[in-house]
């Protein structure tokens, strides 16, 4: 009886162990797919990477597969599936926000080439009008009539200097000369004196004019 009951025991325990070896296998092996998994994704999301975008979540993926092989060598199974499966997830991410930054730049160079084509048809299209407008006005200038003549009006006479003119007139009248002369009878006669006042016409009257000009 007591052999049967080791014996159970003993086979007990070998299923035990088989169990967990088997537990123990098939998680390394979990861990092994997971941090393949995560390999290849980084791999295409540095790959997609390569055009000039590569965005800062790809390095993270990068660091966070590193961290799983390391797990995965020093046998550290659990912690090589998270970090595998944190490296999967930054991978993905990478992914996304690297398409998603060539659409963006894509759309940028179509509309940056979009706007310089409309400049350049604008430019082309001002410059037919520009060369449409001076064949008109040459044809204008060709068909004008001859200018008229252009007649300078003299200029106006100055108007006379206001001149004040003062005469002046002075009369100068000399005093009138008296003249007396005595005759003498001959010898023996009787002597008469008589006297004789004889008046020497007054001189005409002397005029003398001053003429003054001043001009304001």
């Given at each position: 009886m007591r052999s049967i009951r080791m014996l159970a025991c003993a086979s007990a325990l070998g299923l035990m162990l088989a169990s967990t070896s088997a537990i123990a296998e098939?998680?390394?092996?979990?861990?092994?797919?997971?941090?393949a998994e995560a390999r290849g994704k980084v791999e295409a999301a540095a790959r997609a990477g390569t055009g000039g975008v590569t965005p800062r979540t790809l390095t993270d993926a990068q660091a966070a597969l590193r961290a799983a092989e390391d797990d995965l060598k020093a046998s550290r199974k659990?912690?090589?599936?998270?970090?595998?499966q944190n490296a999967s997830r930054l991978a993905d991410l990478a992914l996304n926000e690297t398409q998603r930054?060539?659409?963006?730049?894509?759309a940028a160079d179509k509309a940056a080439a979009d706007a310089q084509a409309a400049d350049a048809a604008k430019a082309a299209a001002d410059a037919e009008a520009r060369a449409r407008a001076a064949e008109a006005d040459a044809n204008a200038a060709r068909n004008a009539p001859p200018p008229a003549p252009v007649i300078i009006a003299a200029p106006p006479a100055p108007a006379p200097t206001p001149t004040e003119t003062t005469?002046?007139?002075?009369?100068?009248?000399?005093?009138?000369?008296?003249?007396?002369?005595?005759?003498?009878?001959?010898?023996?006669?009787?002597?008469?004196?008589?006297?004789?006042?004889?008046?020497?016409?007054?001189?005409?009257?002397?005029?003398?004019?001053t003429v003054t000009t001043k001009t304001q």
């Open positions: 098939g998680k390394m092996d979990r861990a092994r797919a997971a941090v659990d912690q090589a599936i998270v970090d595998a930054a060539r659409a963006d730049k894509a005469v002046t007139t002075s009369t100068t009248t000399p005093a009138p000369v008296t003249r007396t002369v005595v005759k003498r009878a001959p010898a023996k006669r009787v002597v008469r004196k008589r006297t004789v006042v004889r008046k020497t016409p007054a001189p005409a009257a002397k005029t003398t004019t």
